[in-house]
Structures are given as C-alpha cells and as structure tokens.
C-alpha cells in the first residue's frame, strides 16, 4: 500500500505558485520522498526527491518538515503545461519499488 | 535522444486472445518494469527485471509473463486476456542503484473486445 496521502484535487491560476502537498506520517529513517508526474495519456515523469533536506531543481521546490512527516512540491510559476496528476511517493534508498497512490491531479487555468 | 519506446501505442485484442506488448530502451538501463494502469487509477507494478533476473508482484495473475531476450527489450505477454485486463500497460526502466531514477515510456493502452 502507499505510504502516503495526498488531496484528490487542487487548481492553480496559470503564473502563480502551485504548493502540493503531501503526508507521509510513517515514513521512516532510510526513506526518500519523490515525485513524479503524469500528464494526460503520457507515462510517469520524474520531478525531484529528497531525505531531510529541501531541494530545488529546474521543474520545481521539495520542502520537507523537519519530522519529516509531510513535505511541499511548489511549482514557482505554473503554466497550462503543468495540468497533470501528480504523485508523492515514499522509497527506500535502496531502490525500492514505486508503489503509487492516488496522487493530485492539478488543473492550472488561464 | 536516449529513451523509452513502446509499440503499438494502441492495441485492440479479442477476448480470451493472447497478445504481447513491447518496450524497448536505448539507455542501456540494467532494469526494466511493466506497470498496469487501469483508467482513473494510478500505475500498478506487474514485475520487473534486473539483468535477467526476474521478480514477479506477489498479486500479479499467472496470465501475465514477461520475457527480456536482451538489455534493450522487454516484452509483456498476456495469455488469455478478460475484459478486466483492459488498461495502459507502462514499461520503465532504470540503472538499478540507489535513488534511480525511473523513466516510463509513453505506454500501450490496450482494449479487449
């Protein structure tokens, strides 16, 4: 079963931020938080992971709590492109496999 | 570019009628992964390689099977298919160290009729 539990839904003005969040309360010490994507009738995309510490890469922001038992994706400037499910997903750091939940699905608008 | 392929991106099948999806990688990736999606649901891990070594889900159907004849190819081989099994099928594949990244082809929706 996922680990971890996410808003069914959420919408974000096109240029704004969009602040996704996720909980993953029984996460423990070796496990990473990623996530990835999924746009309409494509397959997953990787977007960024982390441990303990905030990350930023040229798609988005991971902001994880200092217990580590929820973390932020933050899309600074969200475009129509961005509209897609988005998928928070708890992972050993020795490769485990990606047990997907439900997962966002983000509708950015004009 | 370096990626995932999958062929044909649409298959139509009859019920009860085997048929095989393909993948194929040109990232010389060590492993390779088949995921079931039904519609409305998230991806579903069916089994994986690593090298030649093969690791089936616990709750996946025996009419399920998979080969990897080499690096580059893997096929998902349904035996007898049900309406049920009616889904996207996701290949994605991956260097098999720690904190890989996985990267998905664009999946092969299939239909049973």
């Known amino acids: 079963d996922a680990k971890t539990t996410q808003p069914p839904s959420m919408d974000c003005a096109e240029g704004r931020a969009a602040n996704l969040p996720c909980n993953h309360s029984?996460?423990?010490?070796?496990?990473?938080v990623y996530w990835y994507r999924q746009i309409h009738s494509q397959g997953p995309q990787y977007i960024i992971h982390?441990?303990?510490n905030n990350e930023t890469n040229e798609m988005a922001s991971l902001i994880i709590t200092e217990d580590r038992k929820s973390s932020t994706l933050i899309l600074p400037h969200a475009t129509l492109r961005d509209t897609a499910v988005y998928y928070c997903?708890?992972?050993?750091?020795?490769?485990?496999?990606?047990?997907f939940g439900q997962g966002t699905e983000l509708s950015v608008k004009p | 570019d370096a990626m995932v392929i999958q062929n044909p991106r649409y298959q139509v099948t009859q019920f009860g009628k085997p048929v095989t999806l393909s993948c194929s990688q040109t990232?010389?990736?060590?492993?390779m992964y088949w995921y079931q999606q039904k519609s409305s649901q998230a991806p579903k891990l069916l089994f994986h390689?690593?090298?030649?070594?093969?690791?089936n889900e616990a709750d996946t159907p025996d009419n399920f099977q998979s080969r990897r004849p080499n690096t580059s190819f893997c096929f998902l081989d349904i035996r007898s298919p049900g309406l049920g099994d009616a889904a996207m099928y996701l290949c994605?594949?991956?260097?098999?160290?720690?904190?890989?990244?996985?990267?998905f082809g664009p999946g092969t929706r299939l239909l049973v009729l």
């Open positions: 997903i708890v992972r050993d750091n020795q490769g485990g496999k990606l047990i």
């Open positions: 982390g441990l303990k």
């Open positions: 990232l010389n990736h060590n492993v």
């Open positions: 390689y690593y090298d030649k070594d093969f690791n």
């Open positions: 029984t996460i423990s010490g070796n496990e990473y």
């Open positions: 994605a594949t991956s260097t098999g160290q720690i904190q890989e990244t996985q990267y």
